[in-house]
């Protein structure tokens, strides 16, 4: 034990040591820019790979991380990643306002530089792609408490202040409408960022702001209004005039991109880019009137909804994500509420709709089934995957006969919008419909995720079933009445959630004791049981041997005692050994020879350290290699695929397949300054199961949580983090990591 200790710490000294050819990479970007161009990574250049310099800017959205530490990301530097990969380019960063970029590329101090509009004065200084690089829309906005001064037409905009990004196309669009809608005596204010310009709208240098869609709300546009689209426009890649060879390559990237898909440009800015142009918190005067008017409105809630409410019958309180949005009503707008519970989500709409109740929570976010209702729908408060639960192996027919039960809301509307084939089994409970589905009287039943999790710490039998994740989502909204002011006040209040406080109320639900039964108790216990026992019998074995040796027997007796203590000796060691093969086979997976889901979730509830790492790896799109190659070739994918885990990690770490596809890691003695170890790690698990020469291409999604990064040290709390971590990389599309923030 002494020697695996000195040789793990000798490990851990020599991956703090930099790869020889980081130091001269940083050194030398460094050097040619002064500090502000740095390599797109630290691995040495390869030999023939042409360096791009590129103007890097950053603002929401469109690209982010500052500097060569932090993480990077957006629909710009995505974009420009995958041209990369087309071009073979590597890139030089050079940081910068859009102002001093645009000069640096119109001077050939950089070779290239997105998200630029098209006009005929750059056209004499810069080269410019042939494809669109995408299309963003322009808005007029102002503040809120001004909205009732821009309620009389075009004559509102006369004499105004406006303030725009010089040099920008913004401007000239701007100038454009100016003079088309004859707008007098307005007054222009270029800016050279965008914070300069939050600051003249906030000190009244400016009345009017123009700008894209506000991605992210925060205290510099909370309040901000917008009043007017100025129009829609596609941007471009620009290059230095010096580098022609760029262009064509540039050119011949974006083609090969939109062949083989089409729509990325739409999608890759959409993936980033998802604001609205108008979600101010400024009551309008119409919204105010209604308030004075209702000072107090009826709230009813389902009782059965974990984790978004929960419901105590002994306090007769409720908790959750209801909760957050009644203390947001009130502490922003004074709006006092009264909470009723509903069992069933029909008696809770029939209320709405009749009066009775002036808002319902939660709503299922689908406009047809609202319609049908006679219902509104508020702004999605969250969006979360739905599983297919079914008992035994994946099969044909699964969505045949599908359970559903009143207090499974989620379940029975997603089966009414996008499975309206199968037939319905009505059970009373979700406890009913899981024991339907494991007599075989249905083949299946739909939870949505959060509630799958908090109901599978109450219902023994649904730990014995499997999930599969379905294409649609689900989206959770506030259902009301048709009331124009009262949607208007719920949508803006829910503006003031943070992500923070969603993350909270979700992860609540983990704090749900399990409900063992005695037989899982026994499995979870089994080794402590086999080694009592053990104990037990060796105790009564030695009472036996002493009664003998103090009674003073005969020789003949003292033998036959002997032998009897040899052969009941033998015969313990053998249940030993019985036991303790018992044990490995009930804590490890028949096939892969990990951990099974059961010892690890036990591992989980009492492991504690305060430097561990959780991972959660899933295989992406595992049933296709089933129905393509077959159920050989898919277990040959499993074996391969845990394999090659086993071999990545130290024996110090626990390797477990909790899943049919699924796998879990706890590394121990890791930190958050680690992270780019274990990056590198996960790469190198990517690319192995791509090597395989018999196999199809084998790629994972991995979710990684770091116990010092969530202020936590209990494995089975960084769980639920690791697992947000990973539905991240499968809705960006699979095959990566992502590490939870």
Request: glycine letters at 8%; hydrophobic letters at 40%.
């Amino acid at each position: 034990m002494r020697r695996f200790h000195i040789l793990l710490s000798v490990f851990f000294l020599l991956s703090l040591l930099p790869h020889p050819g980081w130091h001269a990479v940083t050194v030398a970007g460094a050097a040619e820019s002064g500090g502000q161009v740095f390599s797109a990574s630290a691995v040495p250049q390869e030999q023939g790979r042409k360096v791009v310099r590129l103007a890097y800017l950053i603002f929401d959205g469109y690209q982010t991380g500052g500097t060569p530490d932090e993480p990077k990301q957006g629909f710009g530097y995505d974009y420009y990643r995958k041209l990369a990969y087309y071009t073979g380019w590597q890139y030089e960063y050079v940081y910068g306002s859009f102002s001093e970029l645009l000069k640096k590329l119109e001077d050939g101090e950089v070779d290239m530089m997105g998200n630029l509009s098209i006009t005929p004065a750059r056209a004499e200084k810069i080269l410019f792609s042939t494809e669109e690089m995408g299309r963003e829309s322009f808005y007029l906005y102002i503040r809120g408490e001004n909205t009732e001064k821009y309620a009389n037409g075009m004559a509102d905009f006369s004499g105004k202040r406006y303030g725009y990004p010089q040099k920008s196309f913004q401007g000239e669009l701007l100038k454009d409408w100016i003079a088309k809608n004859g707008i007098a005596d307005a007054t222009f204010v270029e800016d050279s960022s965008l914070q300069e310009r939050w600051n003249n709208m906030a000190s009244g240098k400016i009345d009017i702001a123009v700008s894209t869609l506000l991605n992210k709300r925060n205290k510099n546009n909370l309040d901000w209004v917008s009043v007017l689209k100025l129009g829609d426009a596609p941007f471009y890649i620009g290059i230095n005039r010096r580098r022609p060879d760029l262009l064509a390559e540039l050119n011949e990237a974006q083609r090969r991109i939109l062949t083989v898909n089409p729509d990325f440009n739409h999608n890759n800015y959409s993936k980033y880019v998802y604001g609205v142009p108008a979600s101010g918190t400024i009551l309008l005067r119409s919204e105010e009137e209604w308030l004075r008017e209702h000072p107090q409105i009826k709230v009813g809630y389902l009782k059965n909804c974990s984790p978004y409410v929960t419901y105590d019958p002994k306090t007769a309180r409720m908790e959750g994500m209801l909760q957050i949005v009644l203390e947001k009503l009130k502490k922003h707008y004074s709006l006092d509420a009264i909470a009723v519970p509903y069992a069933r989500a029909e008696d809770l709409m029939q209320d709405v709709r009749k009066g009775k109740m002036d808002l319902a929570f939660p709503a299922y976010g689908n406009h047809w089934l609202a319609e049908r209702s006679d219902i509104s729908l508020s702004d999605k408060l969250d969006t979360s995957p739905m599983l297919l639960v079914y008992s035994g192996n994946h099969r044909e027919g699964l969505t045949g006969r599908i359970a559903v039960s009143p207090d499974n809301y989620f379940g029975a509307a997603y089966v009414q919008t996008h499975l309206r084939h199968a037939r319905e089994v009505h059970c009373q409970s979700l406890e009913d419909a899981v024991r339907a589905v494991m007599q075989g009287e249905a083949d299946s039943l739909i939870m949505q995720s959060h509630t799958y999790l908090a109901a599978y710490r109450q219902l023994p039998t649904l730990r014995r079933m499997n999930t599969l994740t379905l294409k649609a989502t689900m989206d959770v909204c506030i259902g009301m009445s048709t009331r124009p002011a009262l949607m208007g006040i719920v949508d803006k209040c829910l503006t003031f959630i943070s992500e923070k406080e969603m993350v909270a109320m979700l992860t609540a639900a983990d704090e749900i004791p399990v409900q063992y039964t005695w037989e899982e108790k026994i499995s979870r216990n089994i080794g402590p049981i086999m080694l009592g026992m053990l104990f037990l019998l060796m105790a009564i074995a030695g009472a036996f041997l002493w009664r003998y040796r103090v009674a003073a027997y005969t020789e003949k007796v003292l033998r036959e005692a002997k032998d009897n203590a040899e052969a009941m000796l033998a015969k313990e060691q053998q249940l030993t050994r019985e036991l303790l093969e018992a044990r490995r086979q009930a804590e490890h997976d028949a096939m892969t020879g990990l951990l099974n889901k059961g010892a690890f979730e036990v591992l989980q509830k009492v492991y504690s350290s305060d430097n561990i790492a959780m991972l959660i790896l899933d295989i992406d799109s595992f049933k296709n290699f089933n129905d393509t190659y077959g159920h050989s070739v898919g277990d040959e994918v499993i074996k391969f695929t845990a394999l090659t885990i086993r071999e990545a990690f130290g024996s110090s770490d626990y390797v477990a397949r909790i899943g049919g596809d699924e796998f879990a890691v706890i590394m121990t003695g890791v930190t958050l300054k680690q992270k780019e170890f274990v990056a590198r790690k996960m790469k190198r698990i990517q690319a192995q199961l791509r090597s395989h020469p018999s196999l199809p291409c084998i790629t994972l999604s991995i979710g990684i949580a770091f116990s010092d990064a969530a202020g936590k040290k209990d494995a089975k709390e960084l769980f639920y983090n690791a697992d947000v971590a990973l539905y991240r990389v499968k809705e960006k599309g699979k095959d990566g990591f992502a590490f939870f923030e």
